[in-house]
Nanobody
């Protein structure tokens, strides 16, 4: 498994921006599909965005398309989530997740069960 540490969360006003980072250590980072999930109080954990091993393929939930961008730097073992035009409904704990997939097999990126490593989470709060 890979160890994941998120950073970059905080308090921001509606319309503002934040960039989350997730630093990975352990096995080969480029063998992992990476994703960001979020969990708001009283709600289930839900996919925000995912990215394949080389960044060629990405997935976004409908609620964040056009506002949030996932990217990765394999040389730095890091995945990012650039968050623009933030809304109060984006308030949640954001989790980084990794799915070991060296063969690039087809996966259900939206399912939390596909991911075998998780970070501890970082709080994002958007005030109105």
């Amino acid at each position: 498994q890979v160890q994941l540490v998120e950073s970059g969360g905080g308090l921001v006003q509606a319309g503002g921006s934040l960039r989350l980072s997730c630093a990975a250590s352990g096995r080969s980072f480029s063998s992992y599909t990476m994703a960001w999930f979020r969990q708001a109080p009283g709600k289930d954990r839900a996919i925000v965005a995912a990215i394949n091993w080389n960044g060629a393929n990405t997935y976004y939930s409908d609620s964040v398309k056009g506002r949030l961008t996932i990217s990765r730097e394999n040389a730095k073992n890091t995945v990012y989530l650039q968050m623009n035009s933030l809304k109060p409904e984006d308030t949640a704990v954001y989790y980084c997740a990794a799915d070991y997939n060296p063969a690039g097999s087809s996966r259900n990126w939206k399912s939390a069960y596909e991911y075998d490593s998780w970070g501890q989470g970082t709080q994002v709060t958007v005030s109105s």
